[in-house]
């Protein structure tokens, strides 16, 4: 069962929240040839993300940590493996990926 947060699915829930985390459009997903170019359309998406909403351009620190996070977690799965299309897994859990990725940057300064 999904967690809700506010009448919402929780962030970090499965790929595609990461996706739509980090403002990655899943019809350029679904345009990409395999997985290395799906993984180029995710980490440019990611890095413009994180330029609008980093705290010393003026962005939400919140939202930034949650961007970084659903990062890693895509990366994780890119780097193992773990997905042969991104678009394909979507509905995929990430749930306990995202807290341990979410552990990993409490404390840390953005």
């Known amino acids: 069962m999904a967690r809700k947060t506010r009448g919402k699915t929780a ?22 040839a395999n997985l290395q170019d799906e993984w180029s359309a995710i980490k440019k998406a990611y890095f413009k993300a994180i330029l609008v909403q980093h705290p010393d351009k003026g962005g939400d620190a919140a939202i930034f940590r949650d961007i ?17 299309s991104f678009a394909a897994s979507g509905e995929q859990s990430t749930a306990s990926a995202y807290e341990q990725a979410q552990d990993n940057f409490k404390g840390m300064e953005t």
Request: net charge negative.
């Open 11 to 32: 962030q970090g829930e499965s790929i595609k929240t990461c996706l739509a985390s980090i403002n990655m459009d899943l019809g350029v997903l679904n345009a990409c």
């Open 68 to 84: 970084q996070t659903s990062f890693e977690v895509l990366r994780d799965l890119f780097d193992k493996s773990k997905v042969t």
